[in-house]
């Protein structure tokens, strides 16, 4: 049945078009150093800035939901949300600054 299914034959790489594909991946990386663009990257300075608002708005959040979960179960509605969201803003900012103080192995 696989035999009279319609669709292309299943024929062997052709020598023509691999080296088509080379030659058209040769022109490209020659018209990108013509024209001196380079494939764009995250520099460490955004990939920093990522990682320390992600760890602001984990620490906020996190303290914020186990302190409101505290709250709903023992009744002490504001007070932990508070004491916890406090809690998570230092947690964030001791983070912070651990990373941005400290030297990474590879500098």
Known sequence: MAADAPGQDPAGEDARIASLEERIAQAEHVERVRQGTK????DDGSRLGNRVLAELIGGLVGGALIGWVLDRLLGTS????????GLG????FRNIIRLTTTKRPDE
């Open 89 to 92: 803003i230092v947690a964030a």
């Open 39 to 42: 494939e764009q990257q995250a």
């Open 78 to 85: 504001p007070w932990l949300l508070l004491a916890f969201l």
